[in-house]
């Protein structure tokens, strides 16, 4: 079974063991950051801190500014990151818009060969993401891409719901991806802006502006380059700013129009599936596989008749109105 196979968690990868295995790669962290001056200089000098400066397995720290009206490209910059402006890339192209299109630029401003996204709205974020992410590209030629994992809390002001984290994931993304790609039911976390990949995999990608990009990526290579190209890393717990509902809902339409371009893109290649009905998801359970358990439920819907066709319905209004 794929989850498996393919899963693993951070701690089996310690930085040791990715130095030996580095080889000639080299590896960019890019953080694709729109306002996020409170919170991008701490990752950006945590990364440096502890996989740059104590240990070269990280040869290069992007931020690609998209669009920020804040002190974030300063921010970063300060904490020892390149920063590009996601404008400023290849500016002859037509300008597009939002996380994808600066996910989708940092490929022409960096150089590894392996590549790290990192949201730069974490509040949790440790270097063990960046080393968690790395250790099944560095292990295994026949990955191409690691999703992370991990517990999502809603953290709004004072109050604190565990597991709460992850809406539109929850809401839209994992129902829609059970129902018409089931083989990826498996992937805990397919709209977490953690990943990494190898270049040559993601060069030959396209990538959905906004904020399909994660789940067009993710279908893409699950069409591209096949289920077993695709891992996942626990990464223990993550926490981040949130938007409000109304903002995800924008979020969410991304997702649907991200998925309808697949389904009709891939239904052109084959003929398109009933969806599947069984809706598979996840509870955090230390002993699970991923660090989670796996709940399976039966979402099938069926469908009563017009209730006119219906005699005995007939034959009773005909006896209450009488
Ligand atoms: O147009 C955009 C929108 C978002 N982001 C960045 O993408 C990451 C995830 O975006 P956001 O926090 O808005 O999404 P959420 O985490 O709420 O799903 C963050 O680092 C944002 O700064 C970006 O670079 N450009
Ligand atoms: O997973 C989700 O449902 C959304 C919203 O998360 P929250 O409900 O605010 O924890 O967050 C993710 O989705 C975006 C779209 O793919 C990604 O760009 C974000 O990085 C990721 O945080």
Known sequence: MWMHRRTS???????????????????SVVLPARNEEETVGSIVAE?????VERVPLVDQIMVIDSCSTDGTAAVAAAAGAEVAAQDAILPHLPRMSGKGEALWKSLAVTRGDIIVFVDADLRSFTSSYVTGLLGPLLNDPEVGYVKGCYERPLITGSDRVEG????????VARPLINLHWPLLAGVIQPLGGEYAGRRSLLERLPFVTGYG???????????????DALAQVDLGRRVHSHQSTQALGAMSSQILLTSWSRLQRHGRMMPLEAPATELTQFRRDAGGVGGHDV????????????????PAYTDSRRSILS
């Open 295 to 310: 709940q399976v439920s039966d979402v099938q819907v069926d469908e009563r008749p017009p209730m006119i066709g219906i």
């Open 47 to 51: 990364i440096r801190r502890e996989l």
């Open 164 to 171: 709460g984290g992850g809406r539109v994931t929850e809401l």
């Open 213 to 227: 990009v994660e789940l067009g990526l993710l279908l893409d290579v699950f069409q591209t380059a096949g289920l």
């Open 9 to 27: 968690a951070a701690s089996d990868w310690p930085v040791e063991k990715l130095l030996a295995a580095k080889g000639a790669n080299l590896i």
